[in-house]
């Protein structure tokens, strides 16, 4: 047990909930932060920061969704009296070459590394839960998921280790600093290979279709999505299917000590928890 305060931001988040449940779990006191958290916690608002940071020793931080601002978020914790930070990015941030996905993680983790705290990046590979919580989880529901994803294969890894790492991170001073874990799970998997385990382990005839990049960009735009971050999301296919980041790794066992989980167990959990019902 640690009496040590540990601000985790994007508290209601995929990754943050379950970090901060996992610590306070473990003991450590928490404080949960995010837009609509008790203690608010807003990228855009510089002026809310340091109540969120008065007294924190430790922060798990997930980036917003622009460049810039984790660079004075961590000026501000350091001035604090913060002396650890945990920060989640996207696997292989430093194999993107001139793509224009991701600008925000990389600004983040430049932020991050470049500061005299104590540091540790979290890398992680596309999330099962997308799938059931995210972006692709409306499509599936009705049936069909058309994404710019081919035959490339995808490690995607299961959100419970991310925050399983994260709070085993934090949880151990000095034992991970400097280090960037690339987390993935322990296969990998096409999209339409994942999208069949989701059929089958839901029992409903659900479809893959590949489409171009152009054309799921424009279908986010009928969606209300706004041309940029429709923009952002194709480009990160395209990202992939360069074939970079389609392998495994084994920072998920360095960290915790045991294999990730796998796609199936996934799917089995989701659909027994009715994710994919009409």
């Given at each position: 047990m640690s009496n040590d305060m540990t601000l985790v931001l994007g508290a209601t988040g995929k990754t943050g909930r379950r970090v901060a449940a996992r610590l306070?779990?473990?003991g450590t006191p928490v404080r949960a932060a995010s837009r609509t958290s008790p203690v608010r916690f807003d990228w855009s608002d510089p002026g809310g920061w340091d109540a969120a940071l008065d007294g924190v020793t430790a922060a798990y931080v997930v980036p917003p969704a622009v460049p810039g601002p984790v660079h004075e978020?961590?000026?501000?914790?350091?001035?604090?009296?913060?002396?650890?930070?945990v920060l989640l990015s996207g696997r292989g941030a430093d194999t993107w070459g001139e793509s224009t996905f991701g600008l925000d993680m990389r600004s983040a983790e430049d932020a991050v590394r470049g500061s005299e705290l104590e540091w540790t990046v979290l890398r992680a590979s596309n999330f099962d839960q997308n799938f059931d919580e995210d972006l692709f989880h409306a499509p599936l529901v009705a049936g069909a998921l058309a994404l710019p994803a081919g035959t490339v294969p995808e490690p995607f890894i299961d959100v419970e280790d991310v925050a399983d790492a994260a709070a085993a991170v934090l949880g151990q001073p000095g034992r991970h600093a400097g280090r960037v874990y690339e987390l993935t799970g322990p296969r990998g998997l096409t999209f339409a290979e994942a999208v069949e385990l989701i059929s089958r382990a839901s029992g409903l005839p659900i479809a893959y279709k590949q489409v171009s990049p152009a054309e799921y960009?424009?279908?986010?735009?009928?969606?209300?999505?706004?041309?940029?971050?429709?923009?952002?999301v194709a480009e990160m296919f395209v990202l992939m299917e360069r074939g970079k980041l389609a392998g495994t790794t084994d920072d998920v066992a360095a960290v915790l000590g045991r294999t990730p989980r796998t796609f199936e167990d996934y799917a089995v959990r989701a659909a027994?928890?009715?994710?994919w019902l009409p």
């Open positions: 306070r779990l473990n978020f961590v000026a501000r914790a350091a001035a604090s009296g913060v002396r650890r930070l960009a424009a279908a986010l735009v009928e969606e209300g999505w706004d041309e940029t971050g429709a923009h952002h027994a928890a009715g994710a």
